[in-house]
């Protein structure tokens, strides 16, 4: 297996696109203004040191993504001639590496909508989310942060690999207020864009959440913006007890297709261990290509990508739709 960290010292370009049509380029996003309504006045204390920065190859574009048969079940073993992928419609310059089930370290970011709006499961899923972070993030090696938000957002939790502080982060929740998932998914994503880590890593997004929104200063476009150029894959658990809220769920399911994640939707109490149970499946059976583009321009705009397995047809590869290349002076 290839040793990705001697190679890589570039921003994680998470999963591309299934297919080679492409959306239309999100909007730029804006940075996050230091007065937004919900920033915790004295976050609690990361048990991190800040990053030392050193030097990156800015050409170089990791790709993360899942490959599934036509049942959803995850396929391992595939290797680099299986796979095409095409950045801007053209095939990459060089690839240079290629890594099936990566064991990159993970920089996750849990946001729990408290909102009136899901107060009827909130204790059940409170629990589920606990035991999902105690299963996925591993010590020395995987960094978690909690998030919980209704008219404002409160970082309760901030990077840690302790999963009983994670834990006391996701208990001291309580449903009430307005809900402002945009500006929470925007916030969160600046903070993974800072996420303390040295070297290559995957950054993902868990969104308890109904998809509602009527307090949030940025949009959702924004907010999916800020996700993309923060390279994370987001997964959304639709907290939704009926098919009422088709509007919300289509927020969750555009959040999820843009940055290449996967939404769920347990209409039962018992389905939300399940569900997130699948991304700690998925988090474990993911692949990582890593390339260098052609006519590769580091301007900060978005470039499209798509990825597929053309000589397999039984197999589908998700990814995100594309990235925004670093801007460099």
Do not use: C, W
Not at 289 to 295: G, L, S, T, V
Request: neutral net charge.
């Amino acid at each position: 297996m290839i040793k990705l960290a001697t190679i890589l010292f570039a921003a994680l370009v998470l999963p591309p696109v299934a297919s080679a049509q492409y959306l239309q380029a999100p909007p730029a996003a804006q940075p996050l203004a230091s007065t937004l309504p919900g920033t915790a006045p004295e976050p609690p204390k990361s048990d991190e040191k800040d990053e030392f920065h050193i030097g990156v190859d800015v050409d170089l574009v990791d790709v993360i993504f899942t490959a599934t048969d036509k049942h959803g079940r995850f396929i391992k073993g595939l290797k680099q001639g299986d796979v095409r992928l095409l950045d801007e419609g053209r095939p990459p310059l060089r690839i240079e590496a290629f890594e099936s089930e990566t064991g990159l370290p993970l920089r996750v970011g849990l946001l729990v909508d408290s909102s009136n709006s899901i107060r009827e499961r909130f204790r059940f899923e409170q629990e589920a989310a606990i035991e999902f972070l105690q299963q996925v993030v591993r010590p020395k090696s995987d960094r978690a942060f909690v998030f919980g938000f209704d008219s404002l957002y409160d970082l309760t939790q901030d990077y840690t690999d302790n999963t009983e502080a994670l834990a006391r982060g996701v208990r001291v929740l309580r449903p009430g207020g307005g809900t402002a998932l945009h500006d929470a998914v925007y916030a969160a994503s600046e903070k993974l864009l800072k996420a303390p880590i040295h070297g290559p890593a995957r950054r993902a997004i868990i969104l308890l959440s109904d998809g509602d929104d009527n307090q949030s200063r940025h949009s959702r476009e924004e907010a999916i913006a800020a996700a993309l150029r923060a390279e994370v894959i987001i997964y959304a658990i639709s907290t939704n007890t009926t098919e009422s809220n088709k509007k919300g769920d289509k927020v969750l399911m555009r959040y999820a297709e843009a940055t290449g994640g996967r939404v769920f939707f347990p209409h039962r109490i018992e389905e939300v261990s399940h569900a997130f149970s699948g991304i700690q499946e998925e988090l474990r059976s993911q692949y990582v290509i890593a390339y260098k583009p052609q006519n590769f321009d580091p301007n900060g705009r978005y470039r499209a990508i798509s990825i597929d397995a053309p000589g397999r047809s039984n197999v589908k590869l998700r990814a995100r739709k594309g990235y925004y290349s670093p801007k460099v002076k």
